[in-house]
C-alpha cells in the first residue's frame, strides 16, 4: 500500500492563502469549513467532526516540523480518507515541536475503522512532505494547479 496525495488531496481540495488574519483555531476551522463543502461529509456530522479534530489538535499539535502541520482525526462518518492541502504565502504559530511558523497544512479526515490505514497515510504524508525539495516546490508553485501536478507526479519516495 503506497498512497498517492492526489487520490486523497484532488484538484479543488488545494488552497493558497495570501494572508491569514486569526489564530490556529481560526485557520483549522477556515480550511475544514472549505473541506466539508467540497466532499460527501453529511452537514449533520459537520460539528461532531470539527470537535473531534480540535480535541485533537489541541492535545497535542500536529505540527510535525519544517513548517508543515497534519491536522487530522479519525471519524465513523467518513467511509475514505478525505484529504485538503493549504499552502500560506505567510506562516501561522501552530505550536509546532520545533516552534518553527506552519506554511503547509495537509488536512486529513480517517475513516475511523481503517486503523492500519490511517496510519500509513499519516506516514506517507509525513515522509513526503519532510522531503526539502518537494516542500520547496510546493511552497513556490504559483497556482493550485501547479500544486496538483507536484502531488500526482510525486509518488511516495
Known sequence: ???QLH???FKERIIQLDQFQGSKTDLLKYIFDKCESLSSIAPKHKDDIWETLIER???MSTGIGLGVAIPHCSTEHVTDVIGMLTVLKEGIDFQAIDDVQVRILILLLLPKNKFEKHIKTLASVARLFNNEEFRTRVL???STDEIFEI???SSGD
Open 1 to 3: 500500500f503506497e498512497m
Open 7 to 9: 487520490e486523497i488531496i
Open 57 to 59: 489538535e489541541n492535545s
Open 140 to 142: 513556490n508553485s504559483s
Open 151 to 153: 502531488l500526482t507526479s
